[in-house]
């Protein structure tokens, strides 16, 4: 089985940051693109940030210039380093893994207050 746990979520100031990780555990032997998500509420999932293997990035236009999305292909492990964070980035954000078949994690809630 394949699990993907988010961490770093939480509540911060507009013009914050924040750090988002994503470990993936269990029978893995590679991971091909690995990307985040976002839900706000009454709105649909969106794409956030996509990384491939081999480091290839693309960023969504609202997060282009603050985000930066990153992995460790020995981790196993995702990024997300979130800066200049505005209301509107206020969601729950998903990882993301292509493996076997397309993983997602629980969740983690980011709030940012104006």
């Known amino acids: 089985q394949v699990q993907l746990v988010e961490s770093g979520g939480g509540l911060v100031q507009a013009g914050g940051s924040l750090r988002l990780s994503c470990a993936a555990s269990?029978?893995?032997?590679?991971?091909?693109?690995m990307a985040w998500y976002r839900q706000a509420p009454g709105k649909q999932r969106e794409l956030v940030a996509a990384?491939?293997?081999?480091?290839?990035?693309n960023y969504a236009d609202p997060v282009k210039g603050r985000f930066t999305i990153s992995r460790s292909n020995a981790k196993n492990t995702m990024y997300l380093q979130m800066n200049s964070l505005k209301p509107e980035d206020t969601a729950v954000y998903y990882c993301?893994?292509?493996?076997?078949?397309?993983?997602w994690g629980q969740g983690t809630q980011v709030t940012v207050s104006s």
């Open positions: 993301n893994a292509q493996i076997y078949a397309d993983y």
């Open positions: 269990g029978r893995i032997f590679n991971i091909n693109r």
């Open positions: 990384i491939t293997s081999g480091g290839s990035t």
